[in-house]
């Protein structure tokens, strides 16, 4: 892991969050991701006539892995509003899980079966498997008001790889710890009081009784099997692929942590995907859990009360760790290089980047990454979104931006993490189900990623 990132400092958009929140106030193929970054998009490379929109015709296929009700809803409000705008456009939302995205999406490009638009989190192995299109050219092209300098710090370089970019941010997304606060301060302790991570499995112990536990971990899914100690693992300052030897007591420091976490946890924790620990933790089943800046929009439909007693903080620091971390990335929009709609597929992007949606976006899943989008405006929006936990919510937003001020650091990119995942997923369970030691559990998770880097050299 890169030592001595820079922190974001969001500066005046996280005080006018903090303040609001604290409840003030078409066709046809471009080879411009091939020929380099003097290639033209197809709008501006074709005959020069301007497109009608009126009568532009195209079926846009759009991977779209918002799963909550609230995302699928947001989504649907974008395809009713475009088809208004552009009668002879249709949008086909394609609703795959981010755990299954990646895999079909490879299948599907080996095959020549390509959409036009995904959301994205990790572009990496999406443009490693020459997937996605080059979207600089897009930006430069004479008389475009989508500019590069109109997002937050982190979240379009978050975006690039080699110099080129390759999404259209939209959110900036976080992976930090949502605490249940009733149960917590229920169990003799305070939130000020989780400063490491022996506070963390002091609070889980204190927490788990009559029924209750103190921390949730959905192990059933390679995808966030993975992602729960890569979280913590950043404020160890370790990150999971790395396997050196310097990052050895780490590694073993980061295994050891979620194995004193275990007695404190459900045992359904080890088939869990998402959904399930949402559930647990929307119910009061457990106090704690790692998740991120997505938090409101996949439980409100559960509990809204859950909402008004939830807090959130970057993981606390782990025994080799300077200081909690919270990892950011973007989510954002891509198109597919072998797009047969690069126009329209642009036009979209652009769309989905407005004032308008960027800000419907940004009150159900928290952060935008646009610098324009008004913030009065998200408020305003989150307020019918989630009329019942909306103090709640308030509270949660003013958390996240002050954690991604202080404690916010970009997100590495890991090439072959999906691979990776199932690695880890494997010897957490086998660890936290004792069939191995921590140093064996370290040894298997070494082996198998030392493998999946050596065939990507």
Known sequence: ??????????????VALSLLASGCGTSGGN??????????PPSTAASGEAIDWNTVKADIRFVYPGTSEAEKELAEQFKARMKEKYPNVNIEYMYLSWADMEKKLSVMLNSGDVPDLTQTQDITNLVRLNGLEDLTPYFEQEGEHLKKDDFLPGTMEYAQEDGKLYAVPNLANSFTMIVNEKMLNEAGMKLEDLQTWEDVEKAAKAMTKDG????????????????????AAYSNNLLLSDTSAESKNKYLETLQHFKNLEPYQPKAHLTWGYPEMFRAY????????????FFTANVYSISPDIVNVSRTIAYPKGPSGTSAKAPVSNVGIAMFKDSKNKEVAWRLIQEWSSQEFNST????????AIKSTSL???IKKSEKIYPKAIEGHKTMLNDFSKLLDESGVPMDKIPGQSEMEVIVQEQMAKLLNNKVTVEEAYASIKDGIDKIKAKLE
Do not use: C, H, W
């Not at 892991?1 to 996280?14: L, Y």
């Not at 976006?361 to 935008?368: G, L, P």
């Open 1 to 14: 892991m890169r030592r001595g990132k820079k922190r974001f400092g969001f500066g005046a958009v996280v």
């Open 31 to 40: 080879n411009a991701a091939e020929n380099g970054k003097n290639s033209q």
């Open 212 to 231: 209750k536990y103190g921390f949730g971990y959905p192990l059933g899914t390679a995808r966030f099997a993975f992602r729960v100690p890569f979280t």
């Open 282 to 293: 929307s119910n009061g089943e457990v106090g704690m859990i790692a998740a991120g800046t």
């Open 361 to 368: 976006a940004a009150s159900v899943v928290n952060v935008t």
């Open 376 to 378: 009065d405006e998200i």
